[in-house]
T-cell receptor, first 114, second 111 residues
Framework: EAQVTQNPRYLITVTGKKLTVTCSQN?????MSWYRQDPGLGLRQIYY???????DKGDVPEGYKVSRKEKRNFPLILESPSPNQTSLYFC?????????????FGPGTRLTVT | SQKIEQNSEALNIQEGKTATLTCNYT??????LQWYRQDPGRGPVFLLL?????KEKRKERLKVTFDTTLKQSLFHITASQPADSATYLC??????????FGTGTRLQVFP
């Protein structure tokens, strides 16, 4: 089954404690992306990757890091989480640019930073 | 700045009627527009992509229009069913490799 998986699904942490949210896709997609979704603000892109070892900033990259060492994985790293990073996070992938190709979203990770 | 507007108020309609959702945008001219469905607590699911030269696209009970003069897309669900209840997001080409999403409109279909 074609899918994007994320772990963990729910996470409560404290300010400053480094965390990683994993994302994996099994469709051999080149493009992967992280979004955050907040009430009234919609989905906003954090980082994206066009292919292995190629990453770029989205609209709200501050406080986040990513890496793309393998085609299937695209982890999101919060080096020092802060309460304003409390949000619902989605990983997504598409064959190539999401402008032209269907984007598949993961189930989401609900992060709370206290 | 680039802006997408979707009606933040929920749309409530009766089963069997046609639901029409609106997506308006300002300050740019995308060549591609998409619609997604999102159920509570789940990731968005892609529905349709329309190009600027297509004007209208259909998929089963769904129809999307794209009016580049009005800077507007309309999303129609005909013969709506309670199972169509969800939030619908429009997304537009922001640049070559990025989409910008609207905040979505929640549709509630009552039996």
């Amino acid at each position: 089954e074609a899918q994007v998986t994320q772990n963990p699904r729910y996470l409560i942490t404290v300010t400053g404690k480094k965390l990683t949210v994993t994302c994996s896709q099994n469709m051999n997609h080149e493009y992967m992306s992280w979004y955050r979704q907040d009430p009234g603000l919609g989905l906003r892109q954090i980082y994206y990757s066009m292919n292995v070892e190629v990453t770029d900033k989205g609209d709200v990259p501050e406080g986040y890091k990513v890496s793309r060492k393998e085609k299937r994985n695209f982890p999101l790293i919060l080096e020092s989480p802060s309460p304003n990073q409390t949000s619902l996070y989605f990983c997504a992938s598409s064959f190539r640019t999401p402008v032209l190709y269907e984007q598949y979203f993961g189930p989401g990770t609900r992060l709370t930073v206290t | 700045s680039q802006k997408i507007e979707q009606n933040s108020e929920a749309l409530n309609i009766q089963e069997g009627k046609t639901a029409t959702l609106t997506c308006n945008y300002t300050n740019y001219s995308p060549a591609y527009l998409q619609w997604y469905r999102q159920d509570p607590g789940r990731g968005p699911v892609f529905l349709l992509l329309i190009r600027e030269n297509e004007k209208e696209k259909r998929k089963e009970r769904l129809k999307v229009t794209f009016d580049t003069t009005l800077k507007q897309s309309l999303f129609h669900i005909t013969a709506s069913q309670p199972a169509d209840s969800a939030t619908y997001l429009c997304a537009l080409e922001k640049d070559t490799d990025k989409l910008i999403f609207g905040t979505g409109t929640r549709l509630q279909v009552f039996p």
